[in-house]
């Protein structure tokens, strides 16, 4: 997390510079604090408050620090009568600075408040938008609208008076990345930020200090990630590295200490999947006026399309011709088809029947032993949201186990009750059966996550996102074709056994 201050920026410009060029000079795009202006004859009512200094804007250059006004961006001044007023104008774009016009009295003093309190406030009332919208990456023309607030003292005399916005608002600025290629064909569509306090809601500017005042009881802020043309769909995520020009994203808070857990939406418009990666941030001290930089390394589990196998083969069900070879013919898409020629070698290489353990590729899996405790004692949760990748696409769903280590009376030489007999050695076909509950484990670390990577059967790819099929290292001790494995789906574990001439994934458990 790297911080960046707007006063520490200001102040490097001075160093540059030198202060007299500071108070004295005038360009093309800043009026200096000490310029003189007088009321025309058509603004004999309004008094001019002016300004022009770098960091009195209202949209945020990330390289630089420096702000700029934006259309529809207006101030308020209570005057000597002690009664609010609105600027009569605002800027129609862009710009560095700019001379807001304002009603009523100010000649009692040399010195006013002046408030900013965002497009959605007023006075000295501002909300923080528990829902904002930023159209294109690395853009800031939207904090305005999200909450972002300022006070300043302007002085001057004779009907003008000059400015500089002090921020009251706290800006994150995040960045993801990733170094999984099926994410990089994703596109970020929101990011959700959630606090152990309040972070939006309706506020207060202190007249005395500046300062945001009052308590709200917001905690989550969403900011869609959503444009026109090419940002239509979301920002993208082809990068390795955090790069702010590609996918930058800026949410206003409330100041002060958060502890924050951030999800990234991100979207597979091909697979249609849309998920969320989920990030937490420990407590920290995010101060107004500054905006902090939030990486992310979208680091996804991403599984091997080459571990789908018949039971206990020598190699995998596309051997030669998997999704990503010179010649590929396996599926990778929910629902794909395929037609076995004369030539199976690449699908199948069956081993020899007459064996009860295998020998190959099943070799290190889980005994149907092992597997039914999972299945019975396992305390399984299906987790509709857990995202995962696969031959270049973004996916969801899986079924939470136990690891053995919490599962009391755990054996690997029988099964649980109502069995207590051991399976593996004596393949009597038993089928055993169990209703997963719903969502993510509260203690999840106990747990580990067995994704719904679907099986090849029939040809057809089935089952991609909603169901698993995973084979144990137990066959039938009369004929090598049969085989236990374990099935899932959202309402229902089962460990059974049929025919191995289907294509089911091959993991070692926990």
């Known amino acids: 997390m790297r911080k960046h201050n707007f006063?520490?920026?200001?102040?490097?410009?001075?160093?540059?510079?030198?202060?007299?060029?500071?108070?004295?000079?005038?360009?093309?795009?800043?009026?200096?604090?000490?310029?003189?202006?007088?009321?025309?004859?058509?603004?004999?009512?309004?008094?001019?408050?002016?300004?022009?200094?770098?960091?009195?804007?209202?949209?945020?250059?990330?390289?630089?620090?420096?702000?700029?006004?934006?259309?529809?961006?207006?101030?308020?001044?209570?005057?000597?009568?002690?009664?609010?007023?609105?600027?009569?104008?605002?800027?129609?774009?862009?710009?560095?600075?700019?001379?807001?016009?304002?009603?009523?009295?100010?000649?009692?003093?040399?010195?006013?408040?002046?408030y900013y309190p965002g497009k959605q406030g007023s006075n000295n009332s501002v909300t923080i938008s528990a829902t904002q919208l930023q159209k294109t990456p690395n853009s800031t023309a939207h904090i305005g609208e999200a909450g972002d607030c300022g006070t300043a003292d302007a002085t001057g005399g004779n009907g003008v008076f000059n400015f500089r916005l002090d921020h009251q608002a706290a800006i994150l600025v995040f960045q993801p990345f990733t170094e999984n290629d099926a994410v990089k064909n994703c596109y970020l569509t929101k990011i959700e930020v959630t606090s152990d306090n309040d972070i939006t809601d309706t506020y207060t500017l202190d007249t005395t200090s500046g300062e945001l005042t009052g308590s709200g009881s917001g905690k989550t802020i969403t900011v869609t990630t959503k444009g026109d043309g090419s940002y239509a769909q979301g920002?993208?995520?082809?990068?390795?590295?955090?790069?702010?020009?590609?996918?930058?994203?800026?949410?206003?808070?409330?100041?002060?200490?958060?502890?924050?857990?951030?999800?990234?939406?991100i979207k597979d418009y091909v697979t249609q999947?849309?998920?969320?990666?989920?990030?937490?941030?420990?407590?920290?001290?995010?101060?107004?006026?500054?905006?902090?930089?939030?990486?992310?390394?979208?680091?996804?589990?991403?599984?091997?399309?080459?571990?789908?196998?018949?039971?206990?083969a020598k190699n995998n069900y596309w051997n030669g011709h998997e999704w990503n070879s010179a010649t590929p013919l396996q599926p990778v898409l929910k629902g794909g088809t395929y037609t076995k020629t004369g030539d199976d070698n690449f699908y199948n290489n069956e081993r020899p029947g007459g064996?009860?353990?295998a020998m190959y590729s099943c070799i290190d899996l889980p005994s149907a032993n092992v597997m039914a405790w999972y299945v019975k004692e396992g305390d399984p949760h299906w987790d509709g949201g857990e995202v995962w990748t696969t031959m270049g696409h973004l996916y969801k769903g899986g079924m939470w186990f136990k690891k053995k280590l919490y599962i009391p009376q755990f054996s690997a030489t029988k099964a649980p009750n109502p069995i207590n007999t051991?399976?593996?050695?004596?393949?009597?076909?038993?089928?055993?059966?169990?209703?997963?509950?719903?969502?993510?484990?509260?203690?999840?670390?106990?747990?580990?996550?067995?994704?719904?990577?679907?099986?090849?059967s029939w040809n057809s790819f089935g089952g991609l996102g909603t169901d698993g099929y995973y084979w144990t290292s137990s066959g039938s001790n009369e004929d090598g074709n049969w085989a236990y494995f374990l099935q899932f789906n959202s309402s229902n574990v089962t460990l059974s056994s049929d025919g191995s001439e289907s294509g089911r994934y091959v993991m070692r458990f926990n």
């Open 7 to 114: 006063k520490v920026r200001l102040l490097s410009f001075i160093a540059l510079c030198g202060i007299v060029m500071m108070f004295t000079a005038c360009s093309n795009e800043d009026v200096a604090q000490g310029s003189v202006e007088t009321n025309t004859a058509n603004n004999d009512n309004l008094t001019t408050f002016v300004t022009g200094n770098p960091a009195t804007r209202t949209s945020l250059n990330y390289d630089d620090g420096a702000f700029f006004w934006e259309s529809g961006d207006y101030i308020y001044v209570k005057d000597d009568n002690g009664t609010w007023h609105k600027s009569s104008n605002a800027p129609t774009e862009k710009t560095a600075s700019f001379k807001f016009k304002v009603p009523g009295k100010y000649t009692d003093h040399t010195s006013y408040k002046v």
């Open 235 to 265: 920002f993208p995520l082809k990068t390795s590295s955090a790069n702010v020009a590609t996918n930058g994203t800026y949410v206003v808070i409330r100041p002060g200490t958060h502890a924050l857990t951030v999800r990234y939406w």
């Open 273 to 312: 999947v849309e998920g969320a990666v989920t990030k937490t941030y420990p407590a920290f001290d995010y101060e107004k006026n500054d905006y902090y930089d939030m990486t992310a390394n979208l680091n996804v589990t991403d599984y091997d399309g080459r571990k789908y196998y018949m039971w206990d």
């Open 355 to 357: 064996s009860k353990a």
């Open 422 to 456: 051991d399976i593996a050695s004596s393949f009597s076909d038993y089928t055993l059966n169990a209703n997963p509950a719903q969502g993510t484990p509260t203690a999840k670390a106990l747990y580990f996550f067995v994704p719904a990577l679907g099986q090849y």
